[in-house]
């Protein structure tokens, strides 16, 4: 009877040849010069997405163009403003006031709230509703 590493020998026997092929072909690439990193990045990142960077370089175009034709200054500058009006004085000092109110409130400590009637558990109600 047959071992099974001469069974498995005597089913690949024909993939030596081709095994020996792939073997001289790795080797021969050993000796060929190498790609520099640009060329690498270049195969790599650009190359297989070609039309993703496409799109994302025409929606820069596009940013710039809409950039341009708004024409927006792009310094920044105060704005004039108008002189205040008494009423929103008036609002603003009130609205200090009620905030000091609030902060000496916050400061005191708080009631203490009423505990419920404790209970044991056999007296606790359970409602069952029939749907």
């Given amino acids: 009877m047959k071992t099974p590493c001469e069974i498995l020998f005597g089913r690949h026997e024909n993939a030596g040849p081709r095994l020996d092929e792939i073997r001289r072909e790795i080797v021969g690439r050993i000796d060929a010069p190498r790609k520099s990193i640009s060329e690498t990045l270049w195969c790599e ?3 297989p997405a070609q039309r993703a960077w496409m799109c994302f370089g025409a929606g820069w175009v596009v940013v710039l163009a809409l950039n341009i034709i708004a024409g927006g200054d792009s310094s920044v500058s105060a704005a004039k403003s ?11 000092q009130r609205q200090e006031q009620l905030m000091a109110r609030l902060a000496e409130n916050e400061g005191s400590p ?22």
């Fill in 82 to 92: 108008e002189p205040v009006k008494p009423d929103s004085v008036i609002a603003l």
């Fill in 45 to 47: 990142l650009i190359v």
């Fill in 110 to 131: 708080p009631s203490p709230a009423e505990a419920p009637e404790r209970r044991p558990r056999s007296e606790v109600r359970v409602e069952y509703k029939v749907v």
